[in-house]
C-alpha cells in the first residue's frame, strides 16, 4: 500500500502557483520523497526528490516539514501543459520499487 | 540520448492468450522494473529485473514472467490473458545506485 495520502484532485489558475500536498506521517527516516507527473495516456515523469531538505530545479520546487511528516510540491507558475496526476511516493534508498498511490489530479484552468 | 522505449504502443489480444511486451532502457541505465497501470489507477510494481534476474516482485500471478537480457533490454510475458489484464504496462529503468527512474510511455493492452 501506498505510504502517502494526497487530495483527490485540485484546480488552479494558469500563471499562478500551484501548490500540492502530501502527507507521509509514518515516513522513516531513511526514507525519500519523491514525486513524479503523468500527462494523460504518458508514462510518469520525474519531478523532484528530497530527503529532509527543501530542493529546487527548474520543474518545481519540494517544500518538507521539520518533522518531514508532511510535504508540498510547488509549481512556481502553472501552465496548461501541467494539468496532470501527480503522485507523492516515499522510498527507502535507490533499490526499492516505486509504490503509487491514486495521486491528485491537478487541472491549470486558462 | 533516447529514453525508455516500449513496443508495442498498442496491443488487442483474446482471451486466453499470450502476450510478450518489450522494453529497452535508456542508455546507461541497468535495472529494468515493470508496472501495471488499471485505467484511472496509478501504477502497481509488477517486478524488478538486474544483472539478468528478477529481483524483485509485486502481488502478480506467476502468469507473469520477465526476462532480462545481456544488453539490459526486457521483456513482459503473460500468459493465459484474462479480460482483466487489460492496462496500459509501463517499463522504468534506473541505473544501480542512482534514485529516479525513467518511464517509457508504456504498451496499452487490451484483453477481448
Known amino acids: 500500500d501506498a505510504k502517502t495520502t494526497q487530495p483527490t484532485s485540485m484546480d488552479c489558475a494558469e500563471g499562478r502557483a500551484a501548490n500540492l500536498p502530501c502527507n507521509h506521517s509514518t515516513i522513516s527516516g531513511n526514507e525519500y520523497v519523491y514525486w513524479y507527473r503523468q500527462i494523460h495516456s504518458q508514462g510518469p515523469q520525474y519531478i523532484i526528490h528530497g530527503l529532509k531538505n527543501n530542493e529546487t530545479n527548474e520543474m518545481a520546487s519540494l517544500i518538507i516539514t521539520e518533522d518531514r511528516k508532511s510535504s508540498t510540491l510547488i509549481l512556481p507558475h502553472a501552465t496548461l501543459r501541467d494539468t496532470a496526476v501527480y503522485y507523492c511516493i516515499v522510498r527507502v534508498g535507490h533499490g526499492q520499487n516505486f509504490v503509487f498511490g491514486p495521486g491528485t489530479r491537478l487541472s491549470v484552468l486558462p | 540520448d533516447a529514453g525508455v522505449t516500449q513496443s508495442p504502443t498498442h496491443l488487442i489480444k483474446t482471451r486466453g492468450q499470450q502476450v510478450t511486451l518489450r522494453c529497452s532502457p535508456k542508455?546507461?541505465?541497468?535495472?529494468v522494473s515493470w508496472y501495471q497501470q488499471a485505467l484511472g489507477q496509478g501504477p502497481q510494481f509488477i517486478f524488478q529485473y538486474y544483472e539478468e534476474e528478477e529481483r524483485q516482485r509485486g502481488n502478480f500471478p506467476d502468469r507473469f514472467s520477465g526476462h532480462q537480457f545481456p544488453n539490459y533490454s526486457s521483456e513482459l510475458n503473460v500468459n493465459a490473458l484474462l479480460l482483466g489484464d487489460s492496462a496500459l504496462y509501463l517499463c522504468?529503468?534506473?541505473?544501480?545506485?542512482?534514485?529516479?527512474?525513467?518511464f517509457g510511455s508504456g504498451t496499452r493492452l487490451t484483453v477481448v
Open positions: 522504468a529503468s534506473s541505473r544501480t545506485g542512482s534514485g529516479g527512474y525513467t
Open positions: 542508455s546507461g541505465h541497468d535495472t
